[in-house]
């Protein structure tokens, strides 16, 4: 939802977003001049203008200093919904550090193929311990055993649940909105309880994320775009 907080001479323009399963305000300064701020879902919208302006020199700083390095910038890279500034820096050994809201590759060389497999190994680490975090939430309420966790890079599927209880995720999955990434898990979960696509098995997705259809379509609609 695209909302405009006034207040006196201050205005601010930015994209408010209610989810069921956030307790906590999250307020992000993004490329662009852009704004967005997540929160828990029947959030006041007032409260929620509020907030924003109650912030608003925190993020024209922000914004200021994203306009500072246009110039440095080799490019972006999606992280969580976002696109992040990404720096690629010569250092004897490769490693790849997340701060600040950019993205930082440290490599022997700037070739891109070996930059993005770093960058790739990077994203796919932190898309395992995102997937593993978000099943130890949802895992109690299903009650459920499970296998193994992987994480793969396929092409059609986003998720899968074998026969032998193992759960697979895509690792692009981090590339998406988190709560992309909540959903999917929620759904392989769900297989659990019911090895298929059935009423029944929706019925139980929307017990957990009464808000999964947004997060599935988005994933429908924009799946092709999530690269590095």
Same mark, same amino acid.
């Given at each position: 939802?695209?909302?405009? +907080? ?12 209610? +989810? ?6 999250? /307020?992000?300064?993004? =490329?662009?001049g ?7 879902k029947?959030?006041?919208? @007032? ?5 924003v ?9 922000a914004?200021?200093?994203?306009? $500072?390095?246009?110039?440095?910038? =080799?490019?972006t890279v ?6 992040? =500034? ?9 490693k790849?550090l997340?701060?600040?809201g950019?993205? &930082?590759?440290?490599?022997? &060389?700037k070739?891109p193929?070996?930059?993005? &497999?770093?960058?790739?190994?990077f994203?796919?680490k /932190?898309? /395992?311990?995102?997937?593993?975090? +978000? ?18 890079e396929? @092409?059609?599927?986003?998720? $899968? ?5 193992n ?7 981090? /590339? ?8 999917? !898990?929620?759904?392989?979960? &769900?297989?659990?309880? !019911?090895?298929?696509?059935?009423? +029944?098995?929706?019925?139980? !997705?929307?017990?957990?994320? =009464? ?15 999530? !690269?590095?």
């Open positions: 939802m695209i909302r405009v +907080a006034k207040k006196g001479a201050l205005r601010a323009e930015y994209t408010l977003v209610s +989810a069921k399963n956030r307790t906590t305000l999250l /307020l992000q300064a993004l =490329p662009m852009k704004i967005r701020l997540y929160a828990p029947g959030y006041p919208v @007032r409260l929620a203008d509020r907030f302006l109650e912030h608003i020199s925190e993020l024209r700083a914004h200021k200093r994203m306009e $500072s390095v246009q110039e440095t910038l =080799p490019g999606l992280f969580k919904g976002e696109r992040l =500034p990404l720096f690629i820096k010569k250092a004897a050994s490769g790849v997340l701060c600040d950019c993205i &930082t590759v440290y490599s022997p &060389t070739e193929a070996k930059v993005k &497999t770093l960058l790739k190994g994203l796919v /932190l898309s /395992l311990e995102d997937i593993k975090s +978000a099943i130890d939430r949802w895992a109690p309420s299903f009650n459920e055993t499970y296998g193994r966790v992987t994480i793969r396929q @092409r059609t599927r986003w998720g $899968s649940c074998s026969a032998k209880r759960l697979n995720f895509n690792w692009k999955l981090i /590339l998406a909105p988190h709560e992309c990434l909540e959903y999917v !898990v929620v759904h392989e979960l &769900t297989h659990l309880k !019911v090895f298929n696509h059935s009423q +029944a098995f929706w019925n139980e !997705v929307g017990k957990r994320m =009464p808000d999964y259809d947004i997060w599935r379509k988005w994933l429908k609609q924009h799946g092709q775009e999530l !690269v590095i």
